[in-house]
């Protein structure tokens, strides 16, 4: 695995907080995690979304499902074969993702109750607990065919 990741940029327009990760995967990661979330910036007992745009088609890694794991320790991280520490899987979307198309998922920390999803389709909803930090993470079921970037975008 060689990925890159940067840290998440912090950004505000019109009051609303905008974060900014990228990840850059090579041939054969199957995995394609942010860092976690900077400290004290997203409110977590307020709803955002999560946006993820590939650079590359996914569909030649098998199912790419976009993870969402909450982190309860300040040295929350995310390695390969979905192995976390300080942090837990907290929702798994079904759709897979391809390039061109970018994958939406409207988080509600919090709120208890049940959402029913159709398969493949988005946008997504996910109800997980409130955490102080997340990691979004595209979970191939097969490394990828070609060098890929993605942008993780989280907008409260």
């Not at 990840?23 to 995995?31: C, I």
């Not at 946008?123 to 979970?139: E, K, M, R």
Request: net charge negative.
């Amino acid at each position: 695995m060689a990925l890159t990741q940067s840290d998440w940029t912090v950004a505000s327009a019109n009051g609303i907080v905008v974060l900014t990760c990228t990840v850059a995967g090579e041939t054969n990661d199957t995995d394609m995690m942010t860092k976690r979330t900077p400290a004290n910036v997203l409110d977590s007992t307020k709803p955002f979304t999560i946006i993820v745009k590939p650079n590359e088609d996914f569909t030649a890694s098998g199912a790419s499902a976009v993870d969402v794991w909450g982190g309860y320790a300040e040295n929350c991280s995310l390695a390969a074969a979905d192995v976390g520490t300080g942090c837990v899987l907290a929702h798994a979307n079904s759709t897979d993702i391809d390039a061109g198309l970018t994958q939406v998922i409207h988080v509600f920390p919090g709120i208890s109750g049940t959402v029913t999803q159709v398969t493949n389709a988005s946008p997504g909803t996910a109800l997980i607990a409130p955490y102080p930090f997340y990691i979004v993470n595209i979970d191939c079921t097969a490394g990828l065919q070609d060098a890929a970037t993605v942008t993780f975008i989280i907008v409260q």
